[in-house]
């Protein structure tokens, strides 16, 4: 049987909370809908963090009011803090999406606090939500800082242990800043599988180096079955220096089908959706399987290879 690999989508946070111009609401809703219909596991819909903070996701209350929920899609939001998550449950979220850094320096720029006072934070939504709204802790810079350098994976292993304790669903292993080589990945994902093997384990890679499919592929090669990605390749922290976009889904979903994996994902349906990407953002993406079309999709030959054919026969 097909390995099946779990799809979370963060276009429209990770995505959009880094773009220069605001994206209408009407058009958010639109893009979550179209999303919902694509096969994705999760969907990232927003984050319900400060307005000032984040002013491209100021409309979260509103595109998670009017969005049209598929069942059996997730739809999840990034919590910073309790005044986040009393707005998640509000909206109906099915799951918070708490969030922290593993490196101090990036939890000051991005968060505005030290790492305890976040862990303290994010604690006490984790009492308030037991029981009702699943939780999935997004800890960011697991694989380096660009401000720290090296973050030891003892380190992340170590925040990952502090919230399995707290009964979290499950932990997401964030390269924010594009900085994981694939033989690091191989060693976490090892590491984490031994010890958390009862949490649901999240990869989440950027492509700041162009290494982000080499990681996907180490990640689920080691045994990692759930992945965010970013349609278009969309996305990066605006705390993070030189971040840029997530790796980007189509592109990731296309390896793992042509290899054999079950994403779960219509890609023929995803593409059609990916192609309107830049047209919302006002400016090219990184995507490449929407530019060059699946492997399978042929293209005319061109009118000499005819008369060559007719000239050799
Ligand atoms: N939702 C809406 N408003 C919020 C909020 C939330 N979750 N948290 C704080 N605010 C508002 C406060 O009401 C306050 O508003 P006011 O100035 O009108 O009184 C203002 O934001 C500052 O509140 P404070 O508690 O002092 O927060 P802060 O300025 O220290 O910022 C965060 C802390 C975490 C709220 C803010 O840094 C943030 O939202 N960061 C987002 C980081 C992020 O998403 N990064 C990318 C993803 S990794
Ligand atoms: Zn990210």
């Keep these: 049987m097909k390995q099946r690999i779990f799809f979370n989508e963060v276009a429209t946070r990770d995505g959009f909370q880094n773009e220069p111009a605001f994206v209408p609401t009407d058009t958010k809703v639109a893009l979550v809908d179209a999303l919902g219909e694509c ?24 595109v998670m009011g009017r969005i049209r ?8 939001v990034l919590v910073p803090n309790l005044r986040g998550a009393e707005r998640a449950l509000e909206a109906r979220a099915d799951e918070l999406n708490l969030v922290m850094s593993t490196s101090e320096t990036h939890n000051l720029a991005n968060l505005r606090m030290p790492m305890a006072h976040s862990f303290a934070a994010l604690s006490e939504v984790i009492r308030l939500v037991a029981g009702r709204t699943p939780v999935n802790v997004s800890l960011s810079c697991c694989f380096g800082c660009p401000m720290e350098g090296d973050v030891p994976q003892k380190n992340v292993l170590d925040w ?17 800043t594009g900085m994981a080589h694939p033989a690091q990945v191989s060693h976490m994902v090892e590491a984490l599988q031994a010890r958390f093997a009862q949490l ?31 349609l278009g390749g969309l ?21 793992l089908d042509a290899m054999g994996y079950d994403t779960g994902i219509d ?16 400016h090219d993406v990184p995507g490449q399987v929407a530019k060059a079309g699946r492997i399978g999709d042929l293209h005319p030959a061109p009118a000499s290879v005819q008369q060559l054919r007719s000239q050799f026969a």
């Excluded at 180096?209 to 992945?227: D, K, P, S, W």
């Excluded at 890609?267 to 006002?282: D, F, H, K, S, T």
Aim: net charge neutral; hydrophobic share 40%; charged share 15%.
């Design 160 to 176: 990952v242990a502090r919230f399995a304790d707290q009964g979290v669903r499950g932990v997401t292993i964030c390269d924010t």
């Design 200 to 230: 649901q384990l999240t990869l989440h890679f950027h492509n700041t180096r162009g290494m982000g499919l080499a990681n996907v592929l180490a990640a689920v090669q080691g045994g990692i079955t759930r992945l965010d990605g970013s």
């Design 235 to 255: 996305g990066g922290c605006p705390y993070a220096p030189g971040a840029s976009g997530n790796i980007t889904s189509e592109d990731a979903i296309h390896m």
């Design 267 to 282: 890609l023929p349906r995803l593409l059609a959706v990916a192609r309107q990407m830049a047209g919302i953002v006002g």
């Design 39 to 62: 096969g994705y596991a999760k969907i990232e819909v927003t984050s319900f963090t400060s307005p000032k903070a984040i002013p491209m996701l100021k409309d979260a209350d509103e």
């Design 69 to 76: 929920r598929v069942p059996g899609v997730e739809y999840t």
